[in-house]
């Protein structure tokens, strides 16, 4: 390949070709892929093939009765067509079995996109194939989700200026972005961005089986999630296709390899691209840092190819950044032992411990009393997710905010109001079985009651519905729910300090609950609810465990000496509070009262220390604490019914608004 004509904005770094070697690493990892179950069987691609089908009939049906609604005649309204075409990891070819398909629907120019979404999904729920509908109009990419005969398909939809959509229309003139707003211009993108990377790359069959498998890399370990903060399908793939680059004759084991050595010591201020950025026709805003102060806060940019060019990793933050950096790390210590011989391919894809990893965490709860309302709630509130994160980390009171990449659903039906207003506040009946310890090494106790509140007021913990789903004449209500955690590490405090520090989450929390309930996907206050619960690892519900060991790892990444240095000033603090150990444990610890109202909240501590910790043992809930060591406070509106314990982190809930 000369230099002229190589692929990429630098000349390759080798032209050299795979040893034999490498090509045998590149058909054990194939075999490892198939053996994970990531390729397709022909049943399931034919499946795929009849809906893809009957989608393109529907968009074509939806744009015809769309016509005829602005006075169209009948004629003229068949003659205006629309088209679908599939982007992401289906387009790519490294789509797996059960995976969804990304599905562009293109229409004409009086196709506003509200009436699309109206029309498409009261089509939608007349047919039997379709299940799990749930349009999301407000992210950032408007989607409509849903699952037809089996196969999961994200819709979107981009209106094109001109007056029909023929069966020959291409993307790839840059010339149809003329005059289509930005929602549009982002849908379309996703097919021109998707067909550009394939368009790039040197070798088809060797990106796609290594795209394979860093795919399946970044899924175990929880860091393929665009909506809240890692990199998404798109970002992955051009990672890799840059590989493919600058390695072009190489097979898939060694770009796998050169993947993590390379995104290893990458300069993260050189953002990765696959081509120059270009201009084309509009007035379209491309990536640009010199020009625009948000471009040049982008963590870790990968520039999307077609234009206009985006930065396809915006969403990336401060903690995401730090936790992606960490895995890839991790990926090039297995990667070598694998082509040393010392490990094998399916240890690269070892499923992370998320649940197991952090002290403590924030669960987000949100749950609805109707299942298609909740469905356009749980895709709503995952799109906001990361601005939470961003707002939690702009307090400066975290060293790491990890947001899990995936929710926790469930439905549930209740007998009893006070049934019902316990799972809104987030405290789900499988939790019931779960024995959590009064006292534990962290100093906190849960107390048994209820909080009175799910939303900051009355009438969210007693909803009024006239007419509520029952099941039978049984009287029994529906809920359905769905849980979102955050792990989190906060910033250390200096125990020699004697001023007490104050962690306050109220503002960056009720502005988080503020936008989720002024947003089209939230019906009413009587109907859903959205509570935020802080929990140490003890407290995790046991279903985000999928029955694995709940035990907390502990790892250490000190040096032997400063373990040993660590375990000697253990030892003195502890010899030094011995005297105050004694005085504290006999003292009984004041339960913090779980019923208080909104206005007034509650405190929950955290203990530094064995000593702290002898001094927790578990007491009536009408006795005083007796003590009051400097200690932080965190304001946080959310129903946690938790223990004030002396020292360390307090939380106390405000019920301000």
């Not at 797996?96 to 120019?109: H, M, N």
């Not at 023929?166 to 067909?195: A, F, K, M, Q, Y």
């Not at 969403?315 to 890839?328: F, G």
């Not at 007693?462 to 039978?472: A, F, K, L, V, W």
Request: a neutral charge; aromatic letters at 8%.
């Amino acid at each position: 390949m000369s230099k002229s004509k190589h692929l990429g904005v630098t000349p390759p770094i080798s032209l050299d070709f795979s040893d034999k070697h490498e090509e045998a690493l590149a058909d054990d990892l194939l075999a490892t892929l198939k053996s994970e179950g990531l390729f397709e069987s022909e049943d399931e691609r034919k499946t795929r093939e009849v809906v893809l089908g009957k989608i393109d009939k529907l968009v074509k049906e939806v744009v015809y009765q769309v016509s005829l609604k602005h006075k169209l005649p009948e004629s003229l309204a068949r003659e205006c067509g629309g088209k679908i075409f599939t982007f992401g990891s289906y387009r790519l070819g490294v789509h797996g079995a059960g995976a969804d398909i990304d599905t562009l629907c293109v229409v004409p120019s009086h196709v506003r996109r509200e009436d699309f979404f109206e029309c498409m999904t009261e089509m939608l729920k007349a047919r039997s194939e379709v299940t799990e509908l749930a349009p999301v109009p407000d992210a950032y990419v408007p989607v409509i989700k849903l699952q037809f005969s089996g196969v999961d398909i994200d819709m979107t939809v981009g209106v094109l200026q001109q007056p029909t959509i023929p069966e020959d229309l291409e993307l790839s003139d840059n010339n149809i972005l003329r005059s289509i707003d930005e929602h549009s211009v982002r849908s379309v993108n996703g097919s021109r961005v998707t067909d550009e990377i394939l368009r790039l790359v040197p070798n088809i069959p060797t990106f796609r089986l290594a795209l394979r498998c860093i795919k399946l890399w970044a899924k175990r370990r929880a860091i393929y999630s665009n909506s809240v903060g890692f990199f998404g399908g798109v970002a992955w793939a051009m990672a890799v296709a840059r590989i493919c680059q600058m390695y072009p004759n190489k097979c898939a084991s060694t770009i796998v390899a050169r993947f993590f050595v390379v995104l290893n010591k990458w300069r993260w201020t050189t953002p990765i691209m696959l081509k120059e950025i270009e201009n084309g026709a509009g007035q379209f805003r491309v990536w640009n840092p010199r020009l625009y102060p948000g471009d040049r806060g982008h963590r870790m940019p990968i520039i999307t190819p077609a234009y206009p060019s985006m930065c396809a990793t915006h969403n990336v933050s401060q903690s995401t950044k730090q936790i992606i950096e960490v895995e890839i790390k991790r990926g090039l210590g297995i990667v070598d032992k694998i082509i040393k011989g010392e490990a094998s391919w399916k240890e690269l894809f070892e499923k992370e411990e998320y649940f197991r990893e952090y002290k403590f965490y924030l669960q987000v709860n949100v749950s609805s009393l109707n299942n298609d309302d909740h469905k356009k709630l749980h895709g709503f509130v995952e799109s906001r997710l990361r601005f939470y994160v961003a707002s939690l980390e702009i307090t400066g009171q975290f060293m790491l905010i990890h947001p899990y990449i995936k929710s926790f659903d469930h439905s549930f039906k209740y007998k009893t109001e006070e049934e019902a207003q316990r799972i809104r506040a987030g405290f789900l009946p499988a939790e019931e079985s779960t024995s959590v310890p009064e006292s534990t090494a962290d100093g906190i106790s849960e107390a048994s009651a209820v909080p009175d509140t799910a939303n900051g007021d009355k009438s969210a913990s007693t909803p009024e519905h006239s007419e509520p789903q029952t099941d039978g004449d049984d009287g029994k209500g529906n809920i359905y729910t769905s849980a979102y955690y955050l792990g989190l590490v906060l910033v250390k405090k200096d125990r020699s300090s004697a001023d007490q520090r104050r962690v306050d989450l109220s503002l960056p929390t009720q502005d988080f609950i503020r936008r989720i309930k002024e947003s089209d996907s939230w019906k009413s206050d009587e109907d859903m609810a959205v509570s935020i619960r802080f929990l140490r690892q003890e407290q995790l519900p046991n279903d985000v465990f999928g029955g694995k060991p709940r035990e907390r790892l502990r790892v250490s990444t000190s040096s032997p000496d400063k373990k040993a240095e660590k375990k000697a000033k253990k030892k003195r603090a502890e010899t030094r509070d011995n005297a105050e150990a004694a005085e504290l444990s006999a003292k009984k610890i004041k339960l913090a009262d779980a019923a208080v109202p909104s206005t007034s909240g509650f405190t929950m501590g955290v203990g530094n220390n064995q000593a702290l910790d002898e001094a927790s043992k578990p007491a009536s809930s009408s006795e005083n604490a007796g003590a009051s060591k400097p200690a932080s406070m965190m304001n946080i509106p959310a129903p946690v019914p938790l223990a004030v314990k002396p020292g360390g982190i307090k939380l106390k809930l405000l019920g301000s608004r």
